[in-house]
């Protein structure tokens, strides 16, 4: 009877708790992720369903200038990279979500991992996609937005164990 009683009167470690705004993050980077996942695979499926009409712009005699042209060599890397770009979605995808899910749990090394899946995809971008106006719009845009996300998680780090 006398050591249940020292074990009942030990206090407990209480789990930290995670502030509201890093669940909220972490649910909309969830989410975002898997949007990612299928944007992923549904790019390349519908890159390399028109592949008949991207050949077609190779063998094209007329020459075009300005932004058609921008346009018509946006596509040709976007056919020319498909597959690295499924490669490389896929792949950040899922480390993002594995940083999220350690975030989740409040472990630092998810910030991190995070931070490496949001970065990629916008480094590869810039080497796969960036020639024209197109890609590189494309670029600074998923730039900016990875790392507002990166800036959000990182002023809520100190709540990281």
């Known amino acids: 009877m006398e050591d249940s009683m020292s074990i009942e009167n030990q206090p407990v470690s209480e789990v930290p708790k995670r502030p509201q705004i890093l669940t909220i993050l972490c649910i909309l980077s969830f989410i975002g992720n898997i949007f990612y996942f299928i944007w992923s695979i549904w790019r390349y499926l519908s890159i390399i369903k028109s592949e008949e009409f991207i050949k077609s712009i190779t ?42 899910l350690l975030v989740w749990r409040l472990k630092r090394n998810g910030f991190f991992i995070y931070s490496v899946g949001e970065i990629i995809p916008a480094i590869a971008s810039f080497f796969l996609d960036g020639d024209g106006l197109i890609g590189s719009t494309g670029t600074v845009l998923l730039l900016l937005l990875s790392v507002i996300w990166i800036v959000m998680y990182a002023i809520n780090f100190k709540n990281l164990k």
Not at 62 to 83: D, F, P
């Open 59 to 100: 063998t094209s005699k007329n020459e075009t200038h300005g932004i058609i042209s921008e346009m018509e060599q946006s596509l040709l890397n976007a056919y020319e990279n498909a597959v690295p770009n499924l490669i490389i979605g896929l792949f950040c995808a899922s480390i993002c979500f594995y940083g999220v």
